[in-house]
């Protein structure tokens, strides 16, 4: 019974043989001469003028997660246009429902519009 696990075992003492190999060579290859340039921050060619861990503005997590949002309820509109004309010979009850979902976004879009939430100030 233990037989059937020799191939397991034999792929993970590979896997692992590979990393260790892997990284004994680079640390083998890798250059030891120090450059100061090197270890200079890189931003476009620039010397950094300020710190690198600024803060965000609560409004930029807004903005991207109202434009997630928005953006999720957009791609229920691509299976509604797939099965439009389908259902449509039926009654027309996917189109009024359709309807009702666009003016629960755009409500949602007007209590964000009067809120300013779109002013980047």
């Known amino acids: ?7 397991v075992l034999l792929m993970l003492v590979i896997g692992f043989g590979f990393a260790a190999v892997t990284l004994i060579m680079t640390h083998m290859v890798n250059p030891r001469v120090k450059e100061p340039i090197k270890d200079s921050v890189y931003e476009s060619g620039l010397p950094p003028q300020m710190e690198a ?10 903005v991207a997660m109202m434009f997630i949002l928005f953006d999720v309820e957009v791609i229920f509109f691509y299976p ?13 009850f996917i189109f009024w429902e359709m309807v009702v979902f666009i003016a629960i976004l755009f409500a949602g879009y007007l209590y964000l519009f009067k809120r300013g939430a779109f002013k980047w100030e």
Do not use: D, E, G
């Open 1 to 7: 019974m233990l037989s059937q696990y020799i191939p």
């Open 53 to 62: 861990r600024l803060r965000y503005p609560i409004r930029f997590y807004l």
């Open 80 to 92: 509604w246009a797939v099965v439009y004309k389908k259902f449509l010979t039926y009654s027309s």
